[in-house]
């Protein structure tokens, strides 16, 4: 266990000192090591280049499929929100982690932590205004076509 939460550590380490933020993460299944990430928002625009997800991307490439269950992601910080949400899409139901959101906070990275107070909130009282609006009359209904394809 110790060994990969040092590894995403290390991970963390080398991409502060290569210009990045301080995360790096480690998916793993039983003993072996599936894929890392570092978070790359310094070198690529895409707000989703998080450790976590890049490592979770990197596996389902790799093994071609969505499902995750069974795996374990080891992070140096604490995952966010979208990398959290990644994990339960992907099925993913362990995470080690030793620095929080909290840390973060105090390290001068809150985005974490804010989004997860926003997400506490009702859907009025958040920052990001959210509308919605009724399906014109005239366009197919996604849904319904979902529904009717896969009875
Ligand atoms: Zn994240």
Redesign the pocket.
Known sequence: MKKFLNRAVELAVDNVKNGGQP?GAVLVKETLVISEGV?ELHKKYDVSG????LAIRRAQEKLQTNDLSGYTMFASGE??????TAMYFAGIENVYYCQSVEDAVEAGLGK?NFIYEELKKERPERSIIMTKLPLEQNLENPMQLWKTVNP
């Open positions: 995360f978070n998080h450790a976590e997800l995952p966010c929100p979208m990398c959290l974490s």
